[in-house]
């Protein structure tokens, strides 16, 4: 098995490398000179974290693309990185920001000049290079909560609830950082779904705090399920403080929008239990089935009534890096956060103030994501055109991903219904999962270092999000254009095909 | 006393503000619905960090600005935030990568269209829109090796080494939170002058690592101590497990800047004692006084020897925030890190890949920064004419700000040979200090809520940077234009008279 081994070598490059712990030297006193930082001496919290989507997988990647790694068989690299090709209107803002000059120039249309000029004369010294106030700049937070109020048919949103983050992770990390707090049994749970996005996993691990698994289910569309969340939380206090669900919607991985229903039944829950609810809504713009509708955490609390909105505290997190837009390098981001306690607020704007500000170029192109062209505008006809061409020809990956995926024997896969992701179950024949757990590395990782090595295709393998024991997984971006994506699923059958044949061939392990 | 009556309430607003803490609700099935979030079950390492520099001074400049807080006497604005008239060419690189489409335009020099479409092609999808890989992107790490290895005469600088980050503060807390280990007296000591820069200490709280203060000899310019260095170590041994030595020059607040010998004596100990040594290098551009060079840590290490270049654990870390440029709002930065264990240095990428990658606008600000212009290029003459009459004006206005500050009675101020601010002792007569003691408010924060009241100049206390007991200050930058700094130091000076006198005055403190 000449392939594994090289595998095996790759795999271990970086991860069990100790070719220098015992760099030991002597110092002038004739004391040891040791490392001060080593695998021994990490804050074992920094250890313990896992992140799958910057993982190995992507690393090697990384590394074949710049050639530092040899590819067995042909090379084609399909590396899925999020890159959307954006609107004009985020790009020409953030320019006219940037170097105010341009504003004199009479190749930038009237309405994207309108929005700099706003945005510049909410920053300091009317500069994007000046540092913003920790919460983001004024105006823009004001133009995010008319976006939420339009956005859920008049409900009330203050913009004094309004916090521009270094995209979505950085509220999420903050709000987080805030809930975690006791000891033992007393030690703050965070209830959050399976598969999951591994900020979440990552943050949790950093923090010690508590994870408290609730599992979709895949069976029905990845749904979550009202008794799944209340056997988790019964299970958990057991052991721990149960404090925060974390709901992503649409999901990532999943791709499952949630209905107005089962929101209802989250909030009555974490009313019920005093739980914090934060709701990851930043595929809030990408949903694709004609079935599915989004709706935020906020609106349906609202319709709760007050002794609802009124009392449950909420976050709720949008980004840049989504949407139609994709503009993730700016790290554009905000949260809103209601109920929460006076003082408490005090507290976050505190801890928000030692990171100075969000990058100010990402609340600029923020700004213009909430504050889209309007129809008299001349941005206008243009703006929607990208927009509706971006997220018909997402809506059509999604479905021919759903389609082509479900040809391909030993691969399910469940509606795309929105975000930006497929996540299908695959079969991996028992051989195939022997030889992995003899590597050391889970089934599905052993499965995709494989695809990347003989396709080139980069996916992310189940076990990094999370999935009942037992199931593998893969999750793979809609992204690439069309064209691309079709090449790349029948390749990517073809290879599973393969993958099946060669281990059904070989002999049945010995158990 | 009613202004003082007026100063405690507005202190205390948003800071004791008890009144939603008895919001209780009954629930459908008749139990309470408290918050699930207040002061006594937030997260204590939240509650302990503190943060002068955005601290309740700041805000209520804030609030005073934005017409939120009436103020009792004439109103004049003054809050020194950070902003430089900055040079063309990072705007212009900047809106060039944000909206390729200029690079068209005759408008832009050429040298700036250049280093804009390298960039790009450094770039997922060729645009700042995409993520970056986690360490940042590759051609702009390898600028700044190249910058690295000139401005220390030839001393090697490998890019692999080299990670952007969200401005400095992303590198510093990264780095601090991989060595933050141990419980009891095995718990992680993190050496930090005193005065310091209060990330730092912020930092630490969060972290639960213990802060060891090793104090900067104000009679001798701020000067660092050998001796006090192995007075505050052998001291902690006692109590922790000291494993870092934070130095930051120049200083922040307090403006010194580093002799070789001195950084030779610091590296010694650090070797002799096993410390990883962090050095915030955020100011190295900016120095002023005659007499004083900038040395670099790495380039002080490379000159000791390979005994020390080989072993000793450095980061270093620098920003687009300081220096001639001042871009801050782009929150670009980065470290470089040297002799790291190559399984941590694994470790500290997956820890990094968590934020996905830092702004990548922030970023190509970055690489201008570490890129000048050179003799031949058409941006060369504006450029460093501009960086000529940035550094020249902040020359002038530190020994300005220091001349005159040192004709008031009661003040201070050692010379301010580098980074942005003076940090004068001021004297507070007793009778203020009890007053300030029975608010339950620092005797300098006082001092500067009545300044910013009476005068509308925005200073922040000397407390929240710490100090020797009994010692007050405060910091003030030196960044308004010279005209403006001078009507502000005349308009301190009559203050700190006004409140000498005052004090003076009133009968002496009861004991």
């Given amino acids: 098995y000449h392939r594994l081994s090289i595998m095996s070598t790759r795999y271990s490059r970086g991860y069990s490398n100790n070719e220098n712990k015992c760099l030991k030297k002597w110092n002038a006193n004739g004391k040891m000179r040791e490392k001060s930082l080593t695998m021994d001496t990490l804050n074992p919290q920094v250890k313990a974290v896992e992140y799958a989507v910057r993982g190995p997988i992507v690393t090697k990647a990384g590394d074949i693309e710049r050639g530092l790694q040899q590819v067995t068989t042909t090379y084609l690299p399909i590396i899925l990185t999020i890159h959307i090709n954006t ?61 939420i109020e339009q956005r859920d048919k008049g409900v009330p949103a203050d913009w004094d609830n309004i916090y521009l983050t270094t995209g979505a992770s950085d509220g999420i990390v903050s709000i987080l950082k805030m809930l975690v707090s006791g000891q033992g049994r007393s030690r703050s749970g965070v209830m959050i779904p399976i598969p999951q996005y591994p900020l979440y996993s990552a943050a949790i691990s950093e923090m010690e705090a508590v994870q408290i698994n609730y599992y979709l289910d895949e069976d029905n569309c990845w749904a979550l399920d009202i008794n799944e969340l209340h056997r988790a939380y019964q299970a958990a206090k057991e052991h721990c403080h149960p404090r925060v669900i974390c709901i992503i919607n649409p999901g990532n991985p999943t791709g499952q929008v949630q209905s107005k229903k089962c929101i209802e039944e989250v909030l009555h829950f974490a009313y019920e239990e005093n739980l914090f609810v934060m709701s990851d809504e930043v595929y809030q713009d990408n949903v694709y089935s004609p079935d599915c509708q989004f709706h935020s955490f906020k609106k349906v609390l609202y319709e709760m009534g007050p002794e609802y909105f009124n009392t449950v505290e909420l976050a709720s997190f949008h980004s840049t890096s989504k949407g139609y837009s994709g503009e993730c390098g700016f790290r554009g981001g905000y949260m809103e956060v209601l109920n929460l306690d006076l003082e408490v607020k005090a507290q976050l704007v505190k801890l928000l103030s030692v990171r100075l500000c969000p990058p100010v170029s990402g609340q600029a192109a923020m700004d213009v994501i909430v504050n889209p062209p309007l129809p008299h505008e001349p941005s206008y006809l243009q703006f929607h055109k990208e927009k509706r061409a971006v997220l018909g020809a997402l809506a059509e990956k999604a479905q021919m991903t759903e389609q082509i995926l479900n040809t391909v024997p030993g691969i399910k896969c469940n509606p795309v219904q929105g975000a930006m992701y497929a996540f299908p179950r695959i079969f991996i024949p028992p051989r195939a999962v022997e030889e992995a757990m003899s590597l050391g590395i889970s089934p599905d990782m052993m499965y995709c270092l494989r695809l990347l090595e003989e396709t080139g295709i980069c996916l992310v393998p189940g076990s990094g999000f999370g999935q009942r024991e037992g199931t593998y997984h893969f999750r793979m971006t809609i992204l690439p254009t069309t064209e691309k994506l079709k090449v790349l699923l029948e390749k990517l059958r073809d290879f599973h095909i393969k993958f099946l044949k060669e281990y059904a061939s070989l002999e049945e392990p010995k158990r």
Same sequence: chains 1, 2.
């Fill in 87 to 147: 609107s004009c209107l985020y790009v020409q803002v953030v320019a006219l920001c940037s170097f105010p000059e341009l504003l004199d120039s009479s190749s930038f249309p009237e309405d994207a000049k309108q929005r700099a000029r706003r945005i510049l004369q909410g920053c300091g010294g009317q500069s994007l290079g000046s540092y913003s106030a920790s919460q983001g700049v004024d105006c823009i937070r004001q133009d995010i909560a008319v976006y």
